[in-house]
């Protein structure tokens, strides 16, 4: 066999057009909008509201990559903070703070250049920095009956654990109520609740919206076996609907009340479940609450809350 060696000379030119090519894409301009080595960064203002409403002092605000923390920072008394000079990329928003449960967004293309503002709002009350024997905890104020953060570490699939808040009505002239801090005309209120086999056989629980005073508010109670809520104007009391439902003592469920901006009528949820709606606007706002009550009888009801969320402007929507 014989080689033709006349063909070697073209093999320089080949091996010098390779290097070159290589050595331009190695100082390649970095303009690529993800590109983390791009000269042109990321800006991003973060505001943080606790129930909607209030400017939250001290969250910590994170910014993941994947499962990693590239930035971090707290905001300070307006409930602001800023990220200067980021490097694009996909990111994930997390903002936790004392009382509340944490909350996520994302994930989030940030690219070279942008300036982009986020509200992120920290809305459910997990009892867990509550002191236990706490009569009123973080926007929380008892009224009547007897209220405390106790401990119930069971069904953790159910709600967060251990700390709970309990609310006992054992009086047959008053229920227990504990109500939020603030009024409102849009509102929204969830809570897990279970029954303890303690209880009296006519335990009733629930919540209260649009709570002016005893005399004037909708109450919306749960029994073993009916939904019902009432309109209460000037001290009377009206059923404005009922529904058949099936609650057992022992077992976490979830209730939630709500009521849009721009919307006329109050949505009833049980466990993720669109019950029924209410259309009335005789009360035009109040306060939320949570309720326990025994019917009018002395024997004892007990019931645990736990991660109640709140918001009493509702006029942002957050998944």
């Known amino acids: 066999m014989c080689l033709d060696f006349r063909k070697r000379p073209l093999l320089i030119p080949v091996v010098c057009v ?4 290589l050595q331009t894409c190695l100082d390649a301009p970095h303009d690529n909008i993800y590109d983390p080595e791009n000269p042109n960064k990321v800006h991003v203002s973060l505001n943080v509201n606790e129930i909607g409403l209030y400017e939250l002092q001290g969250a910590i605000v994170s910014l993941l990559c994947e499962d990693t923390v590239a930035y971090s920072d707290t905001t300070d008394e307006q409930g602001t903070v800023e990220f200067e000079e980021m490097n694009p990329g996909i990111y994930y928003l997390r903002a936790e703070a004392t009382y509340f449960s944490a909350v996520q967004q994302g994930p989030d293309s940030l ?3 942008d300036e982009v503002n986020y509200r992120l ?4 009350l997990d009892f867990e920095d509550d002191i236990p024997g706490t009569h009123s905890p973080h926007r929380f104020a008892a009224e ?10 069971g ?20 229920t227990a109520l504990s109500l939020c801090d603030t009024e409102a005309q849009y509102f929204l209120i969830e809570t897990a609740l279970k029954v303890d086999t303690a209880s009296a056989e006519n335990w009733q629980v629930g919540i209260v919206f649009r709570y002016e005073d005893g005399d004037n508010c909708y109450i919306l109670l749960l029994s073993c076996n009916t939904i019902n809520c009432y309109r209460r104007t000037g001290g009377q009391q009206t059923l404005m609907h009922t529904a058949a439902i099936e609650m057992h003592v022992d077992e976490w469920h979830t209730i939630m009340a709500e009521r849009r ?13 669109l019950l029924f709606s209410i259309y009335d606007d005789m009360l ?6 949570l309720i326990v009550s025994n019917g009018a009888d002395s024997s004892p009801v007990i019931v645990n809350f736990d991660d109640v969320t709140i918001d009493v402007t509702n006029t ?3 998944q």
């Open 18 to 21: 390779l290097a070159l090519t």
């Open 111 to 113: 690219w070279a250049s």
């Open 121 to 124: 709002e920290l809305r459910t």
């Open 144 to 153: 009547t009956g007897t209220w405390a953060i106790g401990e119930d570490d």
């Open 155 to 174: 069904q953790s699939e159910a709600h967060s654990v251990p700390n709970v808040y309990q609310g006992i009505d054992s009086s047959s002239q008053e």
């Open 261 to 273: 901006d721009g919307e006329n009528y109050i949505r009833i949820r049980i466990d993720d479940y």
């Open 284 to 289: 035009a706002g109040g306060q939320v609450g």
């Open 316 to 318: 942002h929507i957050q």
